[in-house]
């Protein structure tokens, strides 16, 4: 086995795009703009940034000229991340540029006058250790952190099924795997980057920010669900029978619009009050 991260591609992130941005706490980002009222120019760090998501949500909800660097170890998504660049909040400029690296490595030097550190589905990604130097690296540069959608294991399905809670559980259970030498922390990762933010001092916030999937949402439901069920049974091999029909069933209901996911997702601000 590899010990690198899964790339993620292009497409799935465009489908997710439009549910994240729906999902992220506006309540935080407030409270952000709160803690960051006077500065006349901002420079913010995306850890992860993928194909641009947090910026292309965040910065035109904040005021004021910005800078984003964006980091990510995937060069074809950096490329797009700067494809299409909004202004700020009050008609401001905005620019960005991209940092080609590997995140588990992060340093206090990395973030070197950042205002804000940001970053988008990646917390579940990291081992404790890799949250850890993130978080230390974040709070060396003295300034708030938001950490938007990371998942904390709670997946309901309507209607309800009886596989679906041995499907979850073995979700879950992937989430927590081994990577070639590194743990994942998958649902755990909130609560270790809120207590390695406790260990150097820095307050955090949590508000809650699920995917709320329906009919309107089919097509990202359905390849959700996939991957879903695709990583329970790499896990349980034994379910791999059972879960033949049950895909199948659950697949028409989302073809249908009649199957409702809620994916339980997390939002962290740390050093923001």
Known sequence: MTSDPPRVSATWLALRDPAD????SVELVARLRRHLAGRTHLVLHDLGSGSGSMLRWLAP???????????????????QATLDVPTAADGSPVTAATRRGDLTRLTAADL???DVVTASALLDMLTAEEIDRVVAACASAGCPTLFAISVIGRVQLTPPDPL???????????????LGDRRLL???????????????????????????LGAAQAELTAEW????????????????????????????????GRLGVL???????AGAG
């Open 186 to 212: 998958g649902p755990d990762a909130v609560g270790a980057a809120v207590a390695a933010f406790g260990r150097h001092g820095v307050g955090t916030v949590l508000r809650p920010s699920p995917w709320r």
């Open 225 to 256: 669900f996939r991957g879903w069920v695709a990583a329970a049974r790499e896990q349980r091999p034994e379910l791999a029978g059972p879960l033949t029909d049950y895909a199948a069933r659950r697949l028409a209901e989302a073809a249908a």
């Open 164 to 178: 679906d809670a041995a499907v979850a559980a073995a979700f879950n259970d992937h989430q927590r795997r081994m």
């Open 61 to 79: 909800r904040l005021p004021g000229p910005q800078h984003w660097v964006l980091h990510d170890r995937d060069a074809d998504l950096l490329a």
């Open 263 to 269: 994916v339980g997702h997390l939002d962290l601000l």
């Open 21 to 24: 941005a729906a999902s992220r």
């Open 112 to 114: 070197d006058g950042a």
